[in-house]
């Protein structure tokens, strides 16, 4: 077991200067995380400011490209995706020691690209099915509760995430599905289309939740649609950002990550209503990749692609960025941000 020993010392040395209470909580104790999808997949840790700490082996096999939520935590659990290998890396965060450490390998019944977590299951999406694992405080069960084949199940799925009592998933092939869960949160039955699609759809890529709304990017028409109750309700355009990749939902804020245009957009997110409040607040060298915010952080992982680089943002109250600091990596997957109050469990 691999554990990385993150003293509040050292953590206070990585950051920088703190301007309020709530800052300081955050640059002492918040923590990035992302994989380099290598052959010898690691888990990449870096601080609040973007300094790299340390790399935990996964144990398995990189090598997902093209899709979101291949790292994501909740709860004290971080999954990460080994596509290579079929395998779901498991560490725990112990707030009391300071550690990050790897706790399971579990065995996904296709390549994995995409997890999810709820209160009880962790959810593994991989190129021809998503599959549920129930957990409780021993751990997660190596044996899927249930599974389900995707519609397409092509090799194109893209993310999974949690609406209610369903599963949301996107596949680049322009599918966006649902898939139900029973009374203890497990997969039942078969993948169905959601309805009202648009016409012009076009590459369905990443997607956030919250409650039963599910905003999910259609990149390749420049758009990104809310999904509740089984249908599409509302579709808004990227105006002047190209193909709306990944996105992330803080309060009510909603950032995109465009990949040809290299740059990160923000929305008003509210009832049915998707604004472009911002068309750009970020911007990079490379395509962005996958995108986190939680705990007034944000995290973009972007590929130029010679090069990943991780850039970690102070999101202030009007969801403006601030960039605290940037870090070279290999082909890095995924990205999440352990919060202090994630640490503090």
């Not at 498991?90 to 579990?106: E, N, P, T």
């Not at 601030?322 to 640490?343: F, H, K, M």
């Amino acid at each position: 077991m691999k554990k990385i020993l993150l003293g509040l010392g050292t953590m206070v040395a990585t950051c920088g200067a703190m301007t309020s209470a709530q800052s300081a909580e955050i640059n002492q104790h918040s923590l990035v995380v992302t994989a380099s999808n290598a052959t010898r997949n690691q888990l990449l840790v870096f601080s609040s400011t973007g300094s790299f700490l340390r790399a935990i082996p996964t144990q398995g096999q990189g090598g997902v490209g093209g899709n979101a939520g291949g790292v994501t935590y909740r709860d004290g659990r971080l999954a990460v995706v080994n596509f290579g290998s079929g395998t779901v890396s498991v560490f725990a965060a112990d707030a009391a020691r300071g550690s990050i450490a790897l706790s399971q390998i579990i065995p996904a019944g296709s390549s994995p690209v995409s997890v999810a977590f709820s209160d009880d299951h962790l959810y593994i999406l991989g190129t021809t099915q998503v599959e549920s694992h129930a957990f409780d405080q021993t751990g997660i069960s190596e044996s899927a509760d249930g599974v389900a084949a995707l519609v397409r199940a092509d090799g194109s799925a893209a993310q999974v995430g949690v609406i209610g009592t369903q599963l949301i998933i996107s596949e680049k092939n322009n599918i966006i599905e649902t898939v139900n869960l029973d009374a203890h949160g497990a997969v039942t039955g078969a993948a169905a289309t959601v309805g009202n699609i648009p016409a012009n759809v076009n590459a369905p890529f990443g997607l956030a939740t919250r409650g039963n709304n599910a905003y999910v990017t259609i990149a390749h028409a420049d758009e990104i649609s809310l999904v509740r109750n089984q249908e599409v309700l509302t579709v808004t355009p990227s105006v002047t950002q190209h193909a709306p990749c990944w996105v992330a939902l803080d309060g009510p804020f909603l950032f995109s990550a465009n990949s040809p245009s290299k740059s990160v957009s923000r929305y008003a997110v509210y009832g049915e209503k998707i604004v472009q409040d911002a068309p750009v607040i970020a911007e990079f060298t490379g395509s962005p990749t996958d995108i986190a915010v939680r705990g007034g952080l944000a995290a973009v992982i972007d590929n130029n692609g010679t090069a990943s680089h991780v850039s970690v943002f102070k999101v202030d109250e009007d969801g403006n960025f601030t960039l605290r600091g940037v870090a070279s990596t290999t082909s890095a997957n995924g990205v999440a941000i352990i919060s202090p109050q994630d640490l503090d469990q």
